[in-house]
T-cell receptor
Framework: EPEVTQTPSHQVTQMGQEVILRCVPI?????FYWYRQILGQKVEFLVS????????KSEIFDDQFSVERPDGSNFTLKIRSTKLEDSAMYFC?????????????FGDGTRLSIL | QKEVEQNSGPLSVPEGAIASLNCTYS??????FFWYRQYSGKSPELIMS????GDKEDGRFTAQLNKASQYVSLLIRDSQPSDSATYLC?????????FGAGTRLFVKA
């Protein structure tokens, strides 16, 4: 069964540094998403992306964050000038067509630790 | 603020019993509803989806949806210790999914 893959599985970064989290969505999916989950808290929506544009973003997704689809397979989340509170699990997801009730499929996540 | 509410639990049931998990949501425009299972430190795993009022059964799992009451539930029959996890209710608002905080389920052997 096709799956969403994320790299790295664990990223340790010094506060203030930039970090890029990478995702390879399922190949025939058109919609891509990033979520985060701070330890012990709920999964929070960050951003959705379609046709090389952001479709929707949450209040969390401020100027510190950006997303990009640099080629036909990768989907990246960049966090500039990381803060301690950015420490969380970051999940990438993809779906076929959310307007036809298709579910999102999640990758295994990247655990980001900011020191 | 669009919310999805769940009882955080923990819900503890004996092996072989029925576990009943509940969820309410605030946005009446929500169209599709999902239950994900999340083991500690792992990603959410889709176990059920439901779009229409009524019941939907898949193996030991039954999802129930009542749009008038803005209520979604998940029944797990013949609960097994391997079902012990956090169950996340999720609501699709077109291009984003709003998750509840999850209900922790413990199935005692």
């Amino acid at each position: 069964e096709p799956e969403v893959t994320q790299t790295p599985s664990h990223q340790v970064t010094q506060m203030g540094q930039e970090v890029i989290l990478r995702c390879v969505p399922i190949s025939n999916h058109l919609y891509f998403y990033w979520y985060r989950q701070i330890l012990g808290q709920k999964v929070e929506f960050l951003v959705s992306f379609y046709n090389n544009e952001i479709s929707e973003k949450s209040e969390i997704f401020d100027d510190q964050f950006s997303v990009e689809r640099p080629d036909g397979s990768n989907f990246t989340l960049k966090i500039r000038s990381t803060k301690l509170e950015d420490s969380a699990m970051y999940f990438c997801a993809s779906s076929d067509n959310p307007y036809s009730n298709q579910p999102q499929h999640f990758g295994d996540g990247t655990r980001l630790s900011i020191l | 603020q669009k919310e999805v509410e769940q009882n955080s639990g923990p819900l503890s049931v004996p092996e072989g019993a029925i576990a009943s998990l509940n969820c309410t949501y605030s946005d009446r425009g929500s169209q599709s509803f999902f239950w994900y299972r999340q083991y500690s430190g792992k990603s959410p795993e889709l176990i059920m989806s439901i779009y229409s009022n009524g019941d939907k059964e898949d193996g030991r799992f039954t999802a129930q949806l009542n749009k008038a009451s803005q209520y979604v539930s998940l029944l797990i029959r013949d609960s097994q210790p391997s079902d012990s996890a956090t169950y996340l209710c999720a609501v699709n608002l077109q291009v984003k999914t709003i998750f509840g905080a999850g209900t922790r389920l413990f199935v005692k052997a």
